[in-house]
């Protein structure tokens, strides 16, 4: 059975950094697509970042809201996923998940499967 955990949230003023990180157990390699969501209050969530390992490569997607900013990585022999974080903004105060599924659209919360419980980022200005 897979689960994911997220830590590494906090408050930080807007310019800050935090690093995100979410532990996975259980994970099944044929799962192409590894994201990171973010729901703030009131809002859809919203795909942040992802990486998709199926046919021959990898790619990695990210929303134009944070293109430049964040940088997804992952580490297999550690089971872990990362989403570095930079020059924060007060409009990146949400709760973020990771999240793994077949991925037929990066973005679509609906293509993935197992998430976590999230982990809450507040920046304030």
């Known amino acids: 059975q897979v689960r994911l955990v997220e830590s590494g949230g906090g408050s930080v003023q807007a310019g800050g950094s935090l690093n995100l990180s979410c532990e996975v157990f259980?994970?099944?390699?044929?799962?192409?697509?590894m994201g990171w969501f973010r729901q703030a209050p009131g809002k859809e969530r919203e795909g942040v970042a992802a990486?998709?390992?199926?046919?021959?490569?990898?790619?990695?997607y990210y929303s134009d809201s944070v293109k430049g900013r964040f940088t997804f990585s992952d580490d297999r022999t550690k089971r872990m996923i990362y989403l570095q974080m930079n020059s924060l903004k007060p409009e990146d105060t949400a709760r973020y998940y990771c999240?793994?599924?077949?991925?037929?659209?990066?973005?679509?919360?609906?293509?993935?499967?197992?998430w976590g419980q999230g982990t809450q980022v507040t920046v304030s200005s």
């Open positions: 999240a793994l599924g077949p991925c037929i659209s990066w973005s679509s919360a609906s293509d993935y499967n197992y």
């Open positions: 259980g994970l099944d390699y044929r799962i192409p697509c």
């Open positions: 990486l998709y390992t199926g046919g021959s490569g990898r790619t990695t």
